[in-house]
């Protein structure tokens, strides 16, 4: 009976124990000792670092007034020239008060729809996003160029070709 009065104490402080010493454990980085706390620390700080492409692009597809503060004004456009016979390309700049809402959400099923087909992909560069949207046999072609300024996302130009 003293013997099993002396396992249960004994396997609870055993516990008690090894429970405490795993919350202090050491992690190492770059040749310097961490704690849990400062790693989890510096990895928060470095995913807030830099603002995540995918998360802005929902958001500006979405939020206007989001997408109004993430557009540097007067933005540059080049656009087909409908007074030109050819359509030939010619440079605008916008103000505010010319935009209009741009979503630039996308569904792999606009691949498949009846009309207006287009892939759009994301090519990324060093502080750069395009967007590139191509129409599959309809004539629509446009780029927008994202750059990364103080660690957040604008839409600085755009190349819009489609006809």
């Given amino acids: 009976m003293k013997t099993t009065s002396l396992i249960f104490p ?10 405490s010493q795993g919350s202090g454990e050491k992690k190492m980085e770059q040749g310097r000792e961490k704690t ?3 790693v989890f620390r510096s990895d928060e700080l470095t995913a807030s670092d830099k603002e995540e492409f995918d998360e802005f692009i929902r958001r500006f597809s979405t939020d206007e007034s989001f997408q109004f503060e993430r557009i540097k004004f007067p933005i540059s456009v080049v656009v087909p020239d409908t007074d030109h016979e050819g359509m030939a390309p010619m440079k605008e700049s916008l103000d505010k008060y010319d ?3 741009l979503d630039l ?3 792999s099923t606009y691949l498949t729809r009846p009309y207006d087909q287009y892939s759009q992909e994301v090519r990324f560069k060093k502080d750069t996003a395009i967007v590139e949207i ?13 750059a990364m300024i103080d660690k957040k996302w604008y839409l600085v130009t755009l190349y819009e070709a489609s006809f």
């Fill in 10 to 19: 004994s396997l609870f402080i055993f516990l008690f124990i090894s429970c």
């Fill in 36 to 38: 849990e706390e400062e």
């Fill in 99 to 101: 935009w209009e809402m």
């Fill in 105 to 107: 959400s996308y569904d």
């Fill in 134 to 146: 191509r129409g599959i046999d309809n004539g629509i072609y446009a780029d927008y160029y994202f």
